[in-house]
């Protein structure tokens, strides 16, 4: 329960980035954020929304070691392991969160701009730039699609090893185990489909994308500990 324990603040924390001043922007007339209300909506959205990637990923490795690895799963996911994992995770989401924020609000920006969204997020904002924006943007997808592309390829070969391991057991163990990770693997699938969507491709506007992002900023997190309760 560690690591439910990580996920369910981030959740918390993630979706608390964004839904109060969507809800807010909703019941009023007034919809503005001051600039270094963006700076710090920015900041936060991406900390936390790399944390549950970087959670979720250490995750999956916990189910490898439970159902590959039982008889030294003690030993490998460790009081000590654990925490060193979520520290990382949490590290890591801090440098990339500094990296979107700065490379974005180093840049210079007109005034009376509006932004085509309902929060501060990293293209939207780009599109309110008064200079060339092209190699920013590159970096952006660079950094993003580094961490999303390089954690599912962890997830991919856990639950390939994982799947691959189960062919030698009974039927009653592999129920167990898919019943394990399924609720994992549901929640990452919510989680990295709409991410991919959104950030692994050049900064055009699509008619879906503010759909899009309402689902995996507001909607998965509300879903998460559903998911995980119907398991239990």
Not at 64 to 86: G, K, N
Not at 95 to 121: E, K, M, R, W
Request: charged share 10%; glycine share 4%; with cysteine.
């Amino acid at each position: 329960y560690f690591f439910l324990n990580n996920l369910s603040f981030v959740d918390i924390a993630y979706s608390s980035a964004t839904a109060p001043k969507m809800i807010s922007d909703f019941i009023s007339d007034k919809k503005t954020i001051s600039y270094w209300g963006c700076v710090t909506q920015m900041f936060t959205f991406h900390f936390f929304g790399c944390a549950e990637i970087f959670v979720l990923t250490v995750m999956a490795f916990d189910r490898y070691a439970a159902i590959c690895q039982p008889l030294r799963y003690t030993t490998i996911m460790s009081a000590s392991a654990c925490t060193v994992l979520a520290s990382l995770s949490w590290i890591g989401a801090l440098g990339h969160s500094l990296v979107q924020t700065l490379l974005t609000f180093q840049l210079p920006f007109c005034n009376a701009q509006v932004i085509d969204h309902y929060f501060c997020d990293v293209h939207p904002v780009l599109k309110l730039a008064c200079a060339d924006i092209t190699l920013v943007n590159m970096l952006v997808v660079a950094n993003s699609g580094l961490i999303s592309l390089g954690c599912f390829l962890i997830l991919l070969a856990s639950y390939t090893v994982i799947l691959l391991s189960l062919r030698k057991r009974s039927a009653e163990s592999r129920r167990k185990a898919l019943s394990t990770c399924g609720s994992h693997f549901t929640v990452v699938t919510f989680f990295f489909v709409p991410c991919i969507f959104i950030y692994l491709r050049p900064s055009t506007t699509f008619p879906l994308d503010k759909a899009v992002s309402v689902f995996y900023t507001t909607i998965t997190p509300m879903l998460n500990p559903i998911i995980y309760s119907l398991r239990n």
